[in-house]
């Protein structure tokens, strides 16, 4: 039993030393949930109704604006996407970017969307449009560390502009310029790995605690 705890410890140490908090980026994901779909055309095909379809990012929420001298908007480079729609046989598939995630403030409106970069009405992706601006939940939407995790947000008017090539070679487009349906977004945490393995150790010296005979 204490040759257990001592090798908990150890590795705890070990891996706190070689991933240091101080170092870790903030990676958060990022899920735009739209249960009534698009029509879409995948792998060429006629348009036809996807299904329900969600996209997701992982992004890191330390990201630099890269529209630091726009106010109304903010542009942050992100690590991945993939694409859930169960109907087109896609699960968490890889899209091959790049992309980033738009904030934006129309006054009365905004939102959030993935685009590819530089398109300026955020094409590329999925958003929305509508009055649940980012301004309203975010403390600056030019800074993505200001949003609150986990948040979870039911947009009204969505839209997408896809033309997306998956990491398999399959391909989806979709094109609605706004009044979409409904969905929520949802952003989150994701947990270090160093936090991921000291909490696995934790839980195996558990349990071989409670097994030891004495």
């Given at each position: 039993?204490?040759?257990?705890?001592?090798?908990?410890?150890?590795?705890?140490?070990?891996?706190?030393?070689?991933?240091?908090?101080?170092?870790?980026?903030?990676?958060?994901?990022?899920?735009?949930?739209?249960?009534?779909?698009?029509?879409?055309?995948?792998?060429?095909?006629?348009?036809?109704?996807?299904?329900?379809?969600?996209?997701?990012?992982?992004?890191?929420?330390?990201?630099?604006?890269?529209?630091?001298?726009?106010?109304?908007?903010?542009?942050?480079?992100?690590?991945?996407?993939?694409?859930?729609?169960?109907?087109?046989?896609?699960?968490?598939?890889?899209?091959?970017?790049?992309?980033?995630?738009?904030?934006?403030?129309?006054?009365?409106?905004?939102?959030?969307?993935?685009?590819?970069?530089?398109?300026?009405?955020?094409?590329?992706?999925?958003?929305?449009?509508?009055?649940?601006?980012?301004?309203?939940?975010?403390?600056?939407?030019?800074?993505?560390?200001?949003?609150?995790?986990?948040?979870?947000?039911?947009?009204?008017?969505?839209?997408?502009?896809?033309?997306?090539?998956?990491?398999?070679?399959?391909?989806?487009?979709?094109?609605?310029?706004?009044?979409?349906?409904?969905?929520?977004?949802?952003?989150?945490?994701?947990?270090?790995?160093?936090?991921?393995?000291?909490?696995?150790?934790?839980?195996?010296?558990?349990?071989r605690r409670r097994n030891s005979p004495v």
């Open positions: 039993m204490r040759m257990v705890k001592s090798f908990a410890i150890v590795a705890g140490h070990i891996l706190s030393s070689a991933f240091p908090v101080a170092t870790f980026a903030a990676p958060i994901i990022m899920e735009f949930s739209v249960p009534d779909g698009y029509d879409v055309s995948f792998n060429g095909a006629p348009d036809a109704p996807s299904g329900a379809i969600t996209l997701t990012v992982m992004i890191d929420n330390t990201a630099p604006d890269l529209l630091p001298v726009d106010i109304t908007r903010g542009a942050f480079a992100i690590t991945s996407a993939s694409v859930t729609a169960p109907a087109l046989g896609l699960s968490n598939e890889p899209i091959v970017g790049p992309f980033e995630i738009l904030t934006f403030n129309n006054g009365g409106t905004g939102g959030i969307a993935m685009r590819t970069p530089g398109n300026i009405f955020g094409g590329g992706g999925i958003g929305w449009n509508d009055t649940n601006n980012p301004d309203d939940f975010m403390g600056d939407s030019n800074d993505l560390s200001t949003l609150p995790l986990p948040t979870n947000v039911a947009f009204d008017l969505s839209y997408i502009g896809a033309d997306w090539t998956m990491a398999s070679g399959d391909t989806l487009e979709g094109s609605l310029g706004g009044g979409g349906p409904a969905g929520t977004f949802t952003a989150y945490a994701v947990p270090e790995p160093s936090t991921l393995a000291i909490t696995a150790l934790g839980i195996l010296a558990i349990t």
